[in-house]
């Protein structure tokens, strides 16, 4: 038999390889310990909305780790820098490692433009789940919620990230949608092909420093040319070849100046 | 002839449905944390984490005896290893082996070869105390305690601690007989 015997130890868990991540357990196993989660936890609070806050706190701490480790085995080391390459991330990559599959869909918001929702049929943590009359809204997808909001914080992408039951015509389950609405700095006009600066003072890939608090531009690198699009809160900066550009956001830059 | 109790929970384990182990190792991962921050002491999370062990394994072994065929097991002996062999494997994707049986045959070790709940964990100071894995000795004394085995179960090895594999003692205390008529409506 393969493994009878010693197992190699190793002094630091650093030291151990990454693991394929090929390995599974029984789908049971993995719900009968998210049920002691839940059942632990609603013996700790008084309400639903805590109650639901303690799964996410739960899950963040598993999204965190998940963006960790997929970027380091699956991306090489790196990690999306744009807004809707890490929802995508989250709704293939993550989902496909967690959950076994691809999130049935990825939509934008009709009402917010800031706001996106993961839809799920069947959530894998909701499958052996009926929430009693009077817990109301509740659902354990908060869970789910939580891990969202662990890999986008992580990545950098700060949001607020919610579950909810959508019921659905000719279907007895509602399915899960899990809202994710970005925090305050990240509604922008257009989120394509833009590299998010979520501090004020960073020094970006081409060797520039934008010094947002006392508005200032200077380019290092002179063949650098960005384009600097102002927001309230954010920054958004697009690398193109014209000069123009660059002449034309030092200009706003210093009109804009007193506003910052 | 009774049917023969399949030795192995390979097939079992392929028949059902699965999940990625790491979805599962971190979710325990975030329960132990959980547990470590509400309850402060590393004493009362072994205790919580064996409550919930306990929890899991009451309701567990029905799953098992419906899905395993095994057949009622002779003695204590073919209990241990069907656990083992069969209940590992069917619920972790592992296989665990006994030894170390005392001369009565109630008392036995089972070694955990691989386990997927202490992927990416290392025990910090300040958690010395803590058996990580105490989940698993609930489990199996719920188990045992739903068909009528009175067990004790400890840690012996764990690896987390620096020793080279993980070890539970499983003893039997005793066997609680059946009693008839069952009374459904007490």
């Known amino acids: ?260 | 002839m009774a049917p023969v109790a399949p030795r192995s929970g390979d097939a079992i384990f392929a028949s059902v449905e699965r999940v990625n182990a790491e979805l599962f190792t971190l979710t325990y991962g975030a329960i132990v944390r959980q547990l470590l921050t509400d309850l402060e002491e590393v004493e009362e999370v072994n205790k919580q984490l064996d409550q919930m062990g306990y929890n899991i394994g009451i309701r567990l072994i029905d799953e098992f005896l419906a899905k395993s065929n095994v057949a009622r097991c002779v003695d204590f002996k073919e209990t241990a290893e069907v656990i083992a062999k069969v209940g590992f494997k069917m619920f972790l994707g592992v296989t665990a082996s006994v030894s170390n049986w005392d001369a009565d045959g109630t008392c036995c070790s089972i070694v955990l070869e691989d386990n997927p709940l202490v992927d990416f964990v290392e025990l910090p100071d300040t958690c010395q105390g803590l058996y990580y894995c105490n989940v698993l000795s609930g489990v199996i004394r719920g188990a045992l305690e739903m068909v009528s085995m009175k067990t004790e179960v400890t840690w012996v090895r764990d690896m987390l601690r620096g020793d080279d594999a993980f070890e539970l003692q499983v003893k039997l205390l005793k066997q609680v007989p059946e009693e008839y008529p069952y009374k459904d409506d007490e």
């Not at chain 1, 029984?26 to 059942?39: D, G, I, N, R, Y």
């Not at chain 1, 049935?104 to 009709?110: A, I, N, P, V």
């Not at chain 1, 009359?133 to 700060?158: E, H, Q, W, Y």
């Open chain 1, 1 to 260: 038999m393969i493994g009878v015997g010693k197992i190699k130890q190793y002094s630091n868990v650093l030291d151990k390889p990454l693991s394929k991540g090929k390995q599974e357990v029984s789908l049971s196993a993995f719900a009968f310990l998210f049920s002691e989660l839940v059942q632990y936890n609603q013996t700790q609070v008084d309400n639903i909305a805590e109650l639901e806050r303690r799964l996410e706190d739960a899950g963040y701490a598993v999204g965190a780790r998940v963006l960790e480790l997929l970027c380091h085995r699956d991306k090489g080391n790196r990690r999306e820098t744009r807004l809707l390459g890490i929802l995508s991330f989250v709704h293939s990559t993550v989902w496909k490692v967690l959950f076994g599959k691809v999130a049935d869909s990825l939509e934008k918001g009709t009402e917010h433009e800031d706001e996106y929702m993961i839809s799920e049929k069947e959530l894998l943590v909701n499958r052996f789940i009926s929430i009693p009359k009077d817990m109301g809204t509740f659902n354990c997808g908060a869970f789910v919620a939580g891990i969202v909001r662990g890999v986008l914080d992580s990545a950098g992408f700060p949001a607020v990230v919610t579950a909810h039951f959508v019921p659905m015509e000719g279907q007895q389950r509602p399915r899960t949608t899990i809202l994710i609405k970005f925090a305050e700095e990240f509604r922008l006009p257009s989120y394509e092909d833009s590299v998010h600066m979520t501090t004020l003072h960073r020094r970006n890939a081409l060797g520039d420093i934008f010094e947002a608090n006392n508005c200032s531009y200077q380019s290092t690198t002179k063949r650098s040319k960005v384009r600097l699009i102002y927001v309230p809160g954010l920054i958004t900066c697009n690398v193109y070849d014209a000069q123009q550009e660059h002449d034309e956001c030092v200009n706003a830059l210093q009109q804009h100046g007193e506003g910052w």
